[in-house]
């Protein structure tokens, strides 16, 4: 995928936005924008929507360390992504917020279980360790996934946003 000057420019903005974004919400355990943006990213720009996906994951490892918290990083939001690729782009206008909304709730309330494989290797858990991990999550999955959805209800504007910006940046 080539990319323009301009793309460039965008791109490494959305994902600083993406870094700043989980900074400010930084006091509030699992809920943030994230899936927010990645699901907005991807209808929009679809598979180079990884680019400020992997500019934020980038700049979450520069600022907050390289550590092995950071590993599932390089594929979680991946998965969310590959989530929303297959959408249908012409899906009714009303149905359309509450599936976007959904997908990103999922992707909160399996977040530790994606997590998990990635910790296990990582620190030597046994399926039974990293189920144990699992479970002892789930309050937090289910806190990021309930703030996942009501945060959603901001994708379909963000799309707006961005698709108007588009539009007004091709005009001569």
């Known amino acids: 995928m080539k990319l323009t000057t301009k793309e460039i420019?965008?791109?490494g903005v959305l994902g600083a936005i993406m870094y700043a974004s989980k900074?400010?919400?930084?006091?509030?355990?699992?809920?943030?924008?994230?899936?927010v943006f990645t699901v907005a990213?991807?209808?929009?720009?679809?598979?180079?929507?990884?680019?400020?996906i992997y500019v934020f994951v980038i700049l979450t490892g520069i600022f907050?360390?390289?550590?092995?918290?950071?590993?599932?990083?390089?594929?979680i939001?991946?998965?969310?992504?590959?989530?929303?690729?297959?959408?249908?782009?012409?899906?009714?206008p009303k149905v359309k917020p509450l599936v976007y909304m959904a997908v990103c709730s999922a992707h909160g309330f399996l977040?530790?279980?994606?997590?998990?494989?990635a910790q296990a290797l990582l620190y030597g858990l046994s399926f039974?360790?990293?189920i144990a991990w699992i479970i002892a999550g789930l309050p937090w999955d289910c806190i990021h996934g309930v703030s996942?959805?009501?945060?959603?209800?901001?994708?379909?504007?963000?799309?707006?946003?961005?698709?108007?910006?588009?539009?007004?940046?091709?005009?001569?």
């Open 9 to 11: 420019a965008v791109f």
């Open 23 to 35: 900074l400010l919400t930084e006091v509030l355990p699992n809920v943030h924008l994230l899936g």
């Open 41 to 52: 990213f991807t209808v929009v720009y679809g598979k180079k929507a990884l680019y400020p």
């Open 64 to 75: 907050c360390g390289f550590a092995a918290w950071w590993v599932p990083y390089l594929y």
């Open 77 to 92: 939001w991946t998965v969310l992504w590959a989530a929303v690729m297959p959408l249908p782009k012409n899906m009714n």
């Open 111 to 117: 977040y530790g279980t994606l997590y998990a494989p």
């Open 128 to 130: 039974k360790g990293m």
């Open 148 to 172: 996942n959805f009501v945060c959603g209800i901001l994708i379909v504007p963000i799309i707006s946003t961005l698709r108007l910006a588009e539009k007004i940046s091709k005009k001569p």
